[in-house]
Structure formats: C-alpha cells, structure tokens
C-alpha cells in the first residue's frame, strides 16, 4: 500500500491539515484508539486569537512574555498574523463559535492574555465540538485502533510507517509523512490528557536520532481535581479563573496575592508553583471557589464542568472544589521549521502539540495551543503540496521487535512515580539525577518497545532538565539544592 500522505493522529492538528490536502491525494489518518481518545477532544476554555490588526502586537507580546524570552518570534507572529484568517475559515466552513443573542462573538478572557481574546464553543466544550466538526469535514480514510511503532527512514529520507494493527506490525508506504501525535501526558502520575498521549513517537524520534527541543518545558495545570481513579484527571478550566473564579486555603484566604499581584489572574505556572509551594508550607488543602457565579450562568457558561462536578458528588457553584495541579501540555517536542519540516529528514512532518515550532518558548499562553495546532497543520499541508516529490521506492522489513512484556505495565507505573515526584512542578538537581538514575534503570530491563518510548522520552526531559541550571518559564530549579 502507498500513500501520498501519511497523518499519524486524528486531533485538531492532524484534521486540519487533512481538510487541507484535497481529496484526489491519496492519504491516510492513522489513531491509535478510538477517534474521540485525544487531547483535543478534551480542551475546554478556547482559542485565543488576535481579535484584528491591531490586536496582533498585543497577542504576540503577551505571547513573548509567557515565553520568557525562549519563544521564536517569528513563529510567534506567524501564528498571530494567521489566527483571525484560521478562526474565520473554520466558521467558513460551519464552525459554530459561542455567540450572543445578536450574533456577536464572545470573546473571554484568560491567565496573562491581556484583553478578552479567546473564543469557545459549546460553553466549556470547545476542544469537543471543534474536534468533531473537523472529523465531519474529512474527506479522506481514517485507520483506528492502530499504533504508529516504528518511521521508515533511509539515507535522511522518510518512506511510511509500521504499524501496530491487532498485534500484528506492517508497513505502509508514503511519499510525506505528518507526525501529529499529541503530548506526552501518560509519563506522569497525574495529568489531564487523554490516556492514549503516552509520548510514542517522541520516543521513536530519540531511537532515530531525530531532535526533540525544549523537553524540559512541560506545562503543569494549576485547577485540576485529581481525587478521581483514573491517571486523567479533571481539569477544571483556566476561563473559570478568567470569569470570577477564586483559589482560597482551607480558611478561605486567597493566599495567590502574596505570590503575583495578579492573584487568579497570574499565569499558570506562577498559580501551580504557588499552590504548590503553599500547601506544602501550610499543610493547607487547597479549592477553588466558585461563589463568584450565578448559578444559571455558571450551569449554562460551564455545562461540562457543571455535570461532572455535580455527578461527582460537588453541589457548585456553591461549594468550593478540592484542587492540584496536575500535568497538562508538552511546550518542547519534535523540532520542526515553521512549515513543519523536520530537519534532516526528507518528507518528514510534525505539527501540534508534538511539534516544537518554539511558539510557546519557556511558557505557553493559554488557549495557544489548539491555535498553533491549526495554523501550523494548514502551512504543513500548503509546504507538502508544493514539495515535489522523486523518489525512488524502496521496501523495509517488518520489524519483529516485541512490543509488550507482562510486567511492562508495573513499570510503567513507576515511570509515572517518578516524574510525578521528581520532574514535575518544582524540581532538584538531586530529584533529576536521581529520575535519571532510575530511568536508566529500567532502560537495561527486558523491556517491549512501547515502554521504551516512553522511558526515551522522560529521559530526554530529565536530561533537558539538568541541563538547565536557572529556572525560566515552567522550568523551575530550586536552588538551595543545587548541587
Ligand atoms: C483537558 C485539556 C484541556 C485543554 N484545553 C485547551 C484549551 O482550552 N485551549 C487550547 O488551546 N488548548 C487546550 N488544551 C491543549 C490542546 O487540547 C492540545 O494541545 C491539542 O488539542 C493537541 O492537538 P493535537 O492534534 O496535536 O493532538 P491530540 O488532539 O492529542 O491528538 C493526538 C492524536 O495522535 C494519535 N496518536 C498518538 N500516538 C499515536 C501512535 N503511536 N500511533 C497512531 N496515532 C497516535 C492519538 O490517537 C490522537 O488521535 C487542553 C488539553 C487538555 C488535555
């Protein structure tokens, strides 16, 4: 079988370079799960765009400014000039934004953007409606239920995947190959992401020797309820923040002001790093107040949150909400060129939350992300389709690696321990060096390749990590423990 395009991955950034690629192409959109199992399909608060012209300076320096000097301003603009074009083609083609009764936009407001920019859909369901408007716009096959395991790659060229279909492998040729595979989320003991987001191609990228950038950057969620059974925990969206919602201890003293001036207001890692710190000085539980909502508002403005709270067991808006951070987004990735072009290998993509455009820098801005995601998938598809293709042909063999052991699982499991306690929120030279130590450990096992991508890839973070002496963004080192 052979493919003009191969996408692996079926989020909001695989989707749309799809819609982009018309249908006389020959592609193929590979999922690992079932379609809805993404990161995409879970986004609540929105997308931030820059309103108009005029609003492009301000988005970009508030951009720069969660980026804390390590965003590429290039990108960073790219993606501005392009977000009201993208916004409007996507209402084009269907998309239904929250509006007034007048038709209005709603614009709200989120952490460190400095204006109300950010569109949402379905009240806190953006991520949802958005992601199956795109999958009812696709022209093109899709394949579930089958894992991307290995990148046919010769001489700098790529030639197709092998995947992992009902346990058995094969391969499938293509002239382009786009990685749009998500984050990293199952590397942590807590988190927000799909539980499919387990870091695979990240891994397969360090067993090719294809360079991921920025794996210290991993972005943290300061709202999550995290006293659910599964690894995904419940976010509990930033635009709740943005409208009224406030963090209190267990006295109900918004303690976030002896932080940041900005209180709520501040960015996402100066709120974790607070609620960290505070209630690890405090001893303090720590919850967020919606008291500030009306509750038919707060029930028509935040419908998911409102049901899951309620069927949960929490009467809101009145009663305060118990909350953690938990891990949220992978800033750094596989490092690409702002067309999605994976230096030194040929007719290699990536794109989304897997890809490192340097958007986000040391920090990414709230509602970004599924920005990035689109802009960058339709100038991927634009580069793909001028790209011209030669190549000659050439067939790989199956690979009969194994892919899973019994015992992979315990591992894995303690793979999630470890990042939780030492490379998450607040790290250590000596919690970093003993995850690597650890890390290492587990590498030597008998191990299937599943597993190995994941430890290749927490091992790049921890090593990105150390090799980052000051705090910057969502990198913070403690000092005193330097050493
Ligand atoms: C709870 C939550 C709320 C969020 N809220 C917002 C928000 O309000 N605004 C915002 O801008 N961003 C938000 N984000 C971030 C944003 O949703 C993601 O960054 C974005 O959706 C990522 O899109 P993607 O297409 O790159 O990846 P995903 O949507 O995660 O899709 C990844 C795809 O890759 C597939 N895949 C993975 N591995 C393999 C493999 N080995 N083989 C084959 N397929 C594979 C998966 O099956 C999936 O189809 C939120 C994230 C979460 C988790």
Same mark, same amino acid.
């Given at each position: 079988m052979k493919y003009d395009v191969i996408i692996v991955g079926a989020g909001v950034a695989g989707l749309y370079a799809a819609l982009h690629l018309p249908s006389d192409k020959k592609v193929l959109i590979i999922n690992k799960r079932e379609t809805f199992k993404c990161n995409s399909f879970y986004a609540q608060g929105g997308i931030a765009l820059a309103v108009d012209d005029d609003d492009i300076s301000s988005h970009v320096k508030d951009t720069l400014e969660a980026g804390a000097g390590l965003c590429n301003e290039e990108a960073v603009l790219t993606m501005s000039e392009n977000s009201r074009d993208t916004i409007d083609d996507l209402i084009k083609r269907g998309f239904i934004f929250d509006s007034d009764d007048d038709g209005n936009l709603?614009?709200?407001?989120?952490?460190?953007?400095?204006?109300?920019?950010?569109?949402?859909?379905?009240?806190?369901?953006?991520?949802?409606?958005?992601?199956?408007?795109?999958?009812? =716009?696709?022209?093109h096959p899709m394949l579930g239920n089958a894992r991307v395991v290995d990148l046919l790659i010769k001489d700098g060229e790529c030639?197709?995947?092998?995947?992992?279909?009902?346990r058995e492998s094969r391969?499938?040729?293509?002239?382009? +190959?786009?990685?749009?595979?998500?984050?990293?989320?199952?590397?942590?003991?807590?988190?927000?992401?799909?539980?499919?987001?387990?870091?695979?191609?990240?891994?397969l990228c360090v067993l090719k020797g294809i360079k991921l950038e920025n794996m210290e950057m991993m972005q943290f969620h300061p709202t999550v309820y995290v006293n659910t059974q599964y690894a995904q925990k419940l976010l509990l969206t930033e635009?709740?923040?943005?409208?009224?919602?406030?963090?209190?201890?267990?006295?109900?003293?918004?303690?976030?002001?002896?932080?940041?001036?900005?209180?709520?207001?501040?960015?996402?890692?100066? +709120?974790?790093?607070?609620?960290?710190?505070?209630?690890? =000085?405090?001893?303090?539980k720590i919850y967020l107040s919606l008291k500030n909502f009306e509750y038919h508002y707060f029930m028509q403005r935040f419908p998911n949150i409102f049901k899951n709270l309620q069927d949960i067991g929490f009467n809101v808006p009145t009663q305060r909400v118990p909350i953690s951070p938990a891990f949220h987004y992978a800033?750094?990735?596989?490092?690409?060129?702002?067309?999605?072009? +994976?230096?030194?290998?040929?007719?290699?993509?990536?794109?989304?939350?897997?890809?490192?455009?340097?958007?986000?820098?040391?920090?990414?801005?709230?509602s970004n992300?599924?920005?990035?995601?689109?802009?960058?998938?339709?100038?991927?598809?634009?580069?793909?389709?001028?790209?011209?293709?030669?190549?000659?042909?050439?067939e790989f063999d199956v690979s009969d690696e194994v892919m899973s052991l019994k015992d992979d699982k315990e591992k894995k499991n303690q793979l999630r321990k470890i990042m939780w306690e030492n490379v998450s929120i607040v790290r250590t030279k000596r919690g970093l060096n003993k995850a690597l130590n650890q890390i290492n450990v587990?590498?030597?096992?008998?191990?299937?390749?599943?597993?190995?991508f994941r430890l290749l890839t927490a091992k790049e973070i921890v090593i990105a990590a150390l090799a980052r002496d000051k705090s910057i963004g969502v990198h913070y080192i403690k000092k005193e423990d330097n050493n």
């Open positions: 709603l614009y709200t407001k989120e952490a460190a953007h400095s204006r109300e920019r950010i569109l949402h859909a379905g009240g806190d369901a953006t991520g949802r409606y958005m992601h199956h408007f795109l999958l009812s =716009k696709n022209l030639y197709g995947v092998t995947i992992l279909d009902h391969n499938i040729y293509a002239n382009s +190959v786009i990685i749009a595979s998500g984050g990293v989320g199952s590397l942590y003991e807590y988190h927000t992401n799909a539980p499919c987001i387990s870091a695979d191609l990240q891994g635009a709740l923040r943005g409208e009224g919602a406030t963090i209190e201890d267990e006295e109900g003293r918004r303690f976030l002001f002896d932080y940041d001036d900005r209180g709520e207001l501040a960015s996402r890692d100066i +709120v974790s790093k607070a609620i960290y710190d505070y209630s690890k =000085k405090t001893g303090s800033i750094g990735g596989i490092k690409t060129d702002l067309n999605g072009s +994976v230096p030194n290998v040929k007719n290699l993509y990536a794109i989304g939350e897997v890809a490192s455009t340097k958007v986000h820098g040391a920090n990414r801005l709230a992300s599924l920005l990035e995601g689109l802009v960058f998938a339709k100038k991927t598809a634009q580069k793909l389709l001028k790209t011209k293709i030669n190549k000659k042909f050439i587990l590498l030597e096992r008998k191990i299937g390749k599943l597993l190995k």
